[in-house]
T-cell receptor
Framework: AAGVIQSPRHLIKEKRETATLKCYPI?????VYWYQQGPGQDPQFLIS???????DKGSIPDRFSAQQFSDYHSELNMSSLELGDSALYFC????????????FGPGTRLTVL | AQKVTQAQTEISVVEKEDVTLDCVYE???????LFWYKQPPSGELVFLIR??????QNEISGRYSWNFQKSTSSFNFTITASQVVDSAVYFC?????????????FGSGTKLNVKP
């Protein structure tokens, strides 16, 4: 069965650079969630989209923005990167009405030097 | 306030021992969902179980079992006859069902070390 795809899997950036993370949800899933997991921490919700509209927002820095496109894939754009942005970024997808079941992608490991 | 509490930061056991990972949650919703995920050193989140608030039946899957008790707001996870491959960080998570778009609240995780 198809799973959530995230790209790239690993990314190394310098401070103050920008990064774009991509997420391709499971086919027919209409909702995408982004989570950030810092070293030794639990995943923290950043933002979610339903049918290309932002549906919920968590502790996402103003330097980050995200969107969902017409094909339901989503991109997380991160600017002015800081050392503290180094983390594992998970994307999850779900289908509305499906008992809150979210399927997580493998994550993108971002390292900011 | 933390919605999901995993009080055990790290547990070490010897192979073949049974181990229980505790999870206590907090919600005002009558409908909610609880999850357990395993995160091995490779980093991915491996889904283990989902339980909705209306189903208090305990579940067993091989060496894994889950004890859901609404009276104590707990959803504990037991591994029987642990194996080295069970070594990982285990997260308990809560999703509230106010609408269809609900984020997960994760506990801080319990790192399980199973020694040979």
């Amino acid at each position: 069965a198809a799973g959530v795809i995230q790209s790239p899997r690993h990314l190394i950036k310098e401070k103050r650079e920008t990064a774009t993370l991509k997420c391709y949800p499971i086919p027919r899933h209409d909702t995408v969630y982004w989570y950030q997991q810092g070293p030794g921490q639990d995943p923290q919700f950043l933002i979610s989209f339903y049918e290309k509209m932002q549906s919920d927002k968590g502790s996402i820095p103003d330097r980050f923005s995200a969107q969902q496109f017409s094909d339901y894939h989503s991109e997380l754009n991160m600017s002015s990167l800081e050392l503290g942005d180094s983390a594992l970024y998970f994307c999850a997808s779900s289908r509305t009405g499906r008992y809150n079941e979210q399927f997580f992608g493998p994550g993108t490991r971002l390292t900011v030097l | 306030a933390q919605k999901v509490t995993q009080a055990q930061t790290e547990i070490s056991v010897v192979e073949k021992e049974d181990v229980t990972l505790d999870c206590v949650y907090e919600t005002r919703d009558t409908t909610y969902y609880l999850f357990w995920y395993k995160q091995p050193p490779s980093g991915e989140l491996v889904f283990l179980i989902r339980r909705n608030s209306f189903d208090e039946q305990n579940e067993i899957s091989g060496r894994y079992s889950w004890n859901f008790q609404k009276s104590t707001s707990s959803f504990n996870f037991t591994i029987t006859a642990s194996q080295v491959v069970d070594s990982a960080v285990y997260f308990c998570a809560l999703s509230e069902a106010r609408d269809n778009f609900n984020k997960f609240y994760f506990g801080s995780g319990t790192k399980l070390n199973v020694k040979p």
